[in-house]
């Protein structure tokens, strides 16, 4: 089991940023690729972001290219999606995940899923 827990959700003005962070425990987390999604109202949960277990590899949603980060912290036990440029498409409840596979854009690949944390961004 892996346990997540997001943090850093909140309401913003267009073009402002935010950070969110995943928190894990449970099994080792280093051995897990880590993925952000979102989900809007009415809509499917969509991929965002993913990094690899030792952090080297990252992947993004074409529609965050350049204007998120996803980084993590292994020592820590942490994964963090900084955003910049935020515009109110944007708004929806993020959550973190984990897989042990490869198919990082493929929410069905997750096992592991934390509560998800609220972003809003006012136009």
């Known amino acids: 089991q892996v346990q997540l827990v997001e943090s850093g959700g909140g309401l913003v003005q267009a073009g402002g940023s935010l950070r969110l962070s995943c928190a894990a425990s449970?099994?080792?987390?280093?051995?897990?690729?880590m993925g952000w999604f979102r989900q809007a109202p009415g809509k499917e949960r969509e991929f965002v972001a993913a990094?690899?277990?030792?952090?080297?590899?990252?992947y993004y949603a074409d529609s965050v290219k350049g204007r998120f980060t996803i980084s993590r912290d292994n020592a820590k036990n942490t994964v963090c999606l900084q955003m910049i440029s935020l515009k109110p498409e944007d708004t929806a409840v993020y959550y973190c995940?984990?897989?042990?596979?490869?198919?990082?854009?493929?929410?069905?690949?997750?096992?592991?899923w934390g509560q998800g944390t609220q972003v809003t961004v006012s136009s």
């Open positions: 995940a984990a897989t042990l596979s490869t198919n990082w854009g493929s929410k069905y690949e997750y096992a592991y």
């Open positions: 990094i690899s277990w030792s952090g080297s590899n990252t």
């Open positions: 449970g099994r080792t987390f280093s051995n897990y690729a």
